[in-house]
Nanobody
Framework: VQLQASGGGLVQAGGSLRLSCAASGRTFSSNNMGWFRQAPGKEREFVAAITWRGGTTNYADSVKGRFTISRDNAKNTVYLQMNSLKPEDTAVYYC??????????????????WGQGTLVTVSS
């Protein structure tokens, strides 16, 4: 699976962005998908994930109620809708694919494939 993330940019606090992650390969619908982020000087952290059929989602506490993950298996794409953005959301956002499972994986080591990252900058 090859992943291509897009949709990052500069936005003011309180604004919105939608990230997309397009996957190549026939196995997209067999993968759980996740979004992670890495701010300067910090470790990569879990943001959100969705199971392969889209039936289960989960979010980091820091983004609950503001971010929404979704997927369109017909388009081989996973999305991250980000609303009410805060300066602390500034980071490079990565999409990642993990083997299909009924439960969400939070650890980076559980994800086999990674996109190149897209930068989100939130100004105050």
């Amino acid at each position: 699976v090859q992943l291509q993330a897009s949709g990052g940019g500069l936005v003011q606090a309180g604004g919105s962005l939608r990230l997309s992650c397009a996957a190549s390969g026939r196995t997209f619908s067999s993968n759980n998908m996740g979004w992670f982020r890495q701010a300067p000087g910090k470790e990569r952290e879990f943001v959100a994930a969705i199971t392969w059929r889209g039936g289960t989602t989960n979010y980091a506490d820091s983004v609950k109620g503001r971010f929404t993950i979704s997927r369109d298996n017909a388009k081989n794409t996973v999305y991250l809708q980000m609303n009410s953005l805060k300066p602390e959301d500034t980071a490079v956002y990565y999409c990642a694919a993990a083997p299909a499972a009924w439960t969400i994986a939070y650890e980076t080591a559980r994800y086999d494939y990674w996109g190149q990252g897209t930068l989100v900058t939130v100004s105050s």
